[in-house]
């Protein structure tokens, strides 16, 4: 039988919490997680996991906080895939490392249709991540427009497809987590059905499969990113092959996040 994977919510905060609203976000979520022993239990046996994605002007308020959260994984929104050079506004993988990132979101969908990154910069940005030591949360997803069509599954699977086209088993064994978005579901309030995002985070799983073998795709998390909210992880969770949930409104307030991690904690028990 294949171990139960781990849990993990991921705050995506998009362009919201400058450094003096996640230290104070930061102060109240310790606080709350110490006061509430299931959590520190969940997260001390790797049950559970959290990490946020700020951004990048606030990543060093998470750097500060390393020693008095450090069940806290953190990362950035995007990534560059050179390593240095005349990017202006961009940066770097190994800016990330020193900042002690342990994660960046890939290819998320405001970055394909509003800064046109297409399949061939998701790639690179992946590889470059991969091999500086960086965990990518890829994102894959489809328009209303495609899933209406009837495109869902063909559309991941080119999106997954090219994104990992120079990935190895191992290291995507170690180092890669995808994250099925709908993107009629982001920021709209209509999350997908249990069992919608259950059939392609499934279909995520058996391209993983065939790309990577058994094992790999056995370990491999895939979270579902759309609209989540108190109200609607457990059932998204207890779906077989989702993960975790990428969480972007719901994540910017403590109390809400301290709403989902119950909701996880639930399908733990
Ligand atoms: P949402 O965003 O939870 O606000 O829909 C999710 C995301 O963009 O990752």
Redesign the pocket.
Known sequence: MVAKRPVLLAG?W?MYHGPEAARDFLCRLGEAVQSTPLIGAALARHSLSLAFFPPAVSLHVFQENRDTLPFLKYGTQNVHWEKEGAFTGEISVPMLREMSCHYSIIG???RRHLFGENDFIVERKVRACISGGITPVL?VGETLEEREKGHTADIVERQFIAALENVSPEEAKTSLVV?Y?PVW????GKTARDEDAQEVCCHIRRLAVLRFGEETAAALPVLY????KPGNIRGLLEQADIDGA??????LHVESCLELIKGALETLA
């Open positions: 995506n998009k998320h969908s405001e994102c994250a978005e579901a982001i920021g709209t990113g759309g609209s989540v990428l969480v972007g409104g719901a994540s």
